[in-house]
């Protein structure tokens, strides 16, 4: 392939899949976490021991293949990808190579489309324990409870431009994982490899090892871009090969020279014969991000409100209890003032304990005129972190919106003839001065009143 950007970056993403047992064994995928407790002859790799294949993540890998656009092969074929290394106790990992599950998928991030080579099932291997460090330890310790953990594998073609699109791409392809429910953050593990390389070096490719979170993903891949471009100034000829991230000291050292795909000698596992894939033909989809955006577009919600509501699965969900209060003002709600109280407090979407059902009360007492969307707002930052009845603590409060005409009238006139200088600076034609007489109307109103009608009424003094 001819590159002909600054920075060229493809991701091989590793996505452990939610089920119960191991890929080839019965071995529960989660439980102690004492060392090698959750392991068997098939997953240790003993001679004589016998891999079964797990229907389950056969079904969740298909899934996540179809909702990526893949053209799904006939048949499920494994193959023993050899290399000897601590972590797999046979010396080989059961993969796919020759005839991957997906092919030739895609997956949309704001603004561009990024296609996906290929989608494989393959096991896991074990765990490292470096005690001193993965550079100061004397030894290494194995750990083989996640040995045979079900992995599905996305290899997306080299079409990042920079760390923060490969940090996007990392967002919208978990937010996939989570529509289809194959995934469980905090319960199940991704990781990423990001092969990276710059036009200064003639696009030689570094390839940098499981980085284990998004904005980690961003950070590796920066300071990596750095280190080539500043290799390429000092005029040092850089290799192709494999580079470890510390996230710790925030720079990447070398590990090996990179293999190539004929270094590890793949063969067919003669112990697991082809399956036919037509029993998996029909499997059904979830709603994903796009559909979901088009049925919110339908109901009146905006374009763009629609599209950033659905790119965050907790948040949708969430909405979605609260839609038919009013679709078009609860996503401006959700997405603005929900999100902004979120941000202040510093809560994901995940962590919220908000009731929906006060939400769409509140949304609808805006909607009705009951209360200002200042006073709304006032509430919102309250209601975000403590559970009460909206339309009682209005009332306790005497948070309704003013509707005495004759109130508001007076506050008006009141705010006139105590500002004459504003008044004087709007006559002469400073149109901001208008928005000190509203404040000073809404002061006099403690909040209540609405700023809409206020203007109209102070206009009509100012004439």
Known sequence: MKFEKDVVIGLEIHVELNTKTKLFCSCPTQGSDAPNSRTCPVCLGMPGSRPVLNKEAVHKSMMLAKALGCRIADKLVFSRKSY????????????????????????DIDGARIEITRVHMEEDPASLIHPGGMSGSGYVLVDYNRSGNPLCEVVTEPQLESPRQAREF????????????????????????????????????????NISSFKEIERALSYEIERQRRSAKEGLVLHQETRAWNPEKGFTTGLRTKETEEDYG?????????????????????ELPSDKAGKYKAKGVAAEDAKVITQDFHLSRFFDKVIDSDPALAA?????????????????SSELKIDPSELKRLI??????????????????KLILERFDVARYVKDNDLGASGDNSELELFCRQAVEENQAAVSDYMSGKEIALNFLLGAVMKKSRGKADPKQIKEMLLAHLK
């Open 364 to 381: 609808l007492m805006i909607k009705e005129g009951k209360i200002t969307e200042k006073t709304g707002q006032k509430i919102m930052d």
């Open 170 to 209: 990392m967002d919208a392809f978990e937010t996939l994982l989570l529509y289809l429910g194959i995934f469980e953050p905090g319960k199940n593990i991704i990781k990423a490899d990001a092969n990276v390389s710059v036009k200064e070096t003639g696009y030689v490719r570094a390839e940098v090892k």
């Open 84 to 107: 000897f290394y601590p972590d797999l106790a046979k010396n080989y990992q059961i993969t796919q190579y020759e005839k991957p599950l997906g092919e030739k998928g895609k997956l």
């Open 332 to 348: 401006r709600w959700v997405r603005r003032e929900l999100v902004r109280a979120m941000n202040y407090n510093n809560l994901l």
């Open 266 to 286: 793949y063969i067919f596992d003669p112990d697991l014969v082809p399956v036919e894939l037509s029993s998996f033909e029909n499997i059904e989809l979830p």
